[in-house]
Every structure is written in C-alpha cells, then in structure tokens.
C-alpha cells in the first residue's frame, strides 16, 4: 500500500445521496480493494491513474477543516464514508474519523455512516452520544474461494456480524445491509436469525451497471465457471434479470415473514446505474 498524508481544501461536500446534506471522507482509496466498489469508475478516482486499493490518501487536515465549515454550513446531518471506508486499517494509526465523530457531536450534528469494518467499534463511546443516527453496516456471506477474489481484504463476514451485533446490543442504531447480494453466491438461508437484536435486515442486489462489471463475469466464472452463462444473461436479458430478482424477493420476503422482521430490499432497474437510494 501506498500511504500518503495530504492536504484538501474543503472537507464538506455535497452529496446526491438521501442520508444527508454533506459528505465527509476522511480519506481518498480504500485499503479493503473490494472487486464491485462503485467508487473504482468515479473520476477524481480515475485521474489517479493507480490500482484501486493499492494506495490511501490519508486527508490530514480534514479535522481542521472541518470545525470551521460546520460553523458555517451549519449541516442538520452529514453523511460519512461515500467513497472511502471511514475504518479502515490506517484509521487505527492516524485516527481521523475518530477526530471527526469527536468534532460532529461537540457540535451537535447528526451523522449516518456507511461501513463493512468492525473497527468502528474502536469508537463506540462516541457513537453512543447520541448524535449517530444510522449506521449501514454492510455485511454478506458467501465461500471462501469467492471472497478471496472478490473482496480480498474486506473483514471477514463472521466479525462483521459479530461488530453488527455489538452495536445492536449497545443500542447504536445500526442497520445490518446486506450487499451486494450475488445471485446463487450469496448465502442468504437464515440472515435474519445472525441479528436476533435488530428490527429488520436491508438488501442491495448487485449493480449490473458497474463499469467493470465484465470483470466481476469472469473473476467469478474463475470459481465456478457454470455461473457465466447465467451472469452474462442478466446482463442482456431483462427477462430473465427480473425473474431473478423476483425469485430473490419471495425468498427473502418468506423468510422475514417467518422471522418476524422487517425488510428492505433495494434492486437496480435493468440498465440503471446506482441512484444512491436508501429506505
């Protein structure tokens, strides 16, 4: 990994995304180098002309930055983590997302965070002041041989419901996000069950969209060859894309109904990219 410690000149930016009036990411990459990661065609991204995941700019004087533009921008919430993992493993030696929940809640300002690392619990006093108001915890399940090559360097599934689960129990809101769902990888057979503490479970259905989503066809077909044929008819069949999703939502909708719970599942329109919708 290539580390550098950079300079920004603004730290508050707005977002399209329904979760609040600005963004923050403390950092620019991502250690965790995840295969479908919407942020790899972004194009600040593109002008790095470097492999996504191997390099973290490291936004140093973001904390700064930030104590001055909440006085002016007077946010009512902001979103973190966007287009970074906001606990990331460099997070523990620089400690900038810990700096900035210190700064937000003196200040009084709401925040929803967007994660899949169980290193946010390094800073679970600050989440329980009370100014955290959602947490999407992405979590998933599928075997070894496809994460080692999907998501590589991603916590493993097990901690991240182990961390879901700490926060439900300490009473940080917090949504367990089930995504990307991989149709007939993905293992879905009692999701429910692995957050006994939380009302309900959300989905995101993989986005066959992604500009490298050609790549993601054969990086799976590498595991199981079979599956190509199926991911390329999503690809050019709406037919048979939707029926799939169809499929994927009685299954879910049958087994929340069983456990009781509630569930929200959220599919990309045949040929949509991501709209940045969430319930």
Request: charged share 25%; with cysteine.
């Amino acid at each position: 990994m290539e580390i550098n410690q950079v300079k920004i000149s603004r730290i508050l930016n707005p977002t399209s995304i329904d979760l609040g009036e600005y963004v923050i990411n403390p950092f620019m990459g991502c250690e965790f180098a995840c295969l479908f990661c919407y942020v790899r065609s972004n194009r600040v991204v593109a002008r790095k002309n470097k492999p996504w995941g191997e390099y973290l700019d490291v936004r140093a004087n973001a904390p700064e930055l930030l104590e001055k533009e909440l006085v002016n921008k007077k946010p009512k919430t902001v979103l973190l983590g966007s287009t970074t993992e906001c606990f990331q493993p460099q997070e523990g030696k620089f400690k900038i997302s810990r700096r900035i929940l210190e700064i937000l809640n003196r200040h009084k300002t709401n925040y929803v965070i967007l994660t899949r690392s169980p290193a946010i619990l390094d800073c679970l006093d600050l989440l329980k002041e009370g100014f955290c108001r959602q947490i999407y915890f992405s979590v998933n399940d599928y075997p070894r041989e496809f994460k080692e090559r999907i998501e590589p360097k991603s916590p493993g599934f097990i901690l991240r419901d182990q961390a879901v689960n700490k926060l439900l129990e300490e009473d940080v809101p917090v949504i367990p996000y089930f995504s990307p769902v991989l149709p007939w990888i993905s293992e879905l057979s009692g999701v429910f069950a692995k957050f006994p503490r939380a009302k309900g479970v959300e989905f995101e259905c993989l986005n066959f969209r992604l500009a490298n989503i050609g790549q993601i066809i054969e990086i799976i077909a590498l595991v199981e060859p079979a599956l190509k044929v199926k991911y390329t008819k999503m690809l050019v069949d709406e037919k048979f894309y939707h029926q799939v999703w169809s499929e994927f939502k009685k299954y879910i909708a049958n087994q929340a109904k069983s456990a009781g719970k509630e569930h929200n599942i959220y599919v990309h329109g045949w040929g949509d990219y991501f709209k940045n919708t969430y319930r």
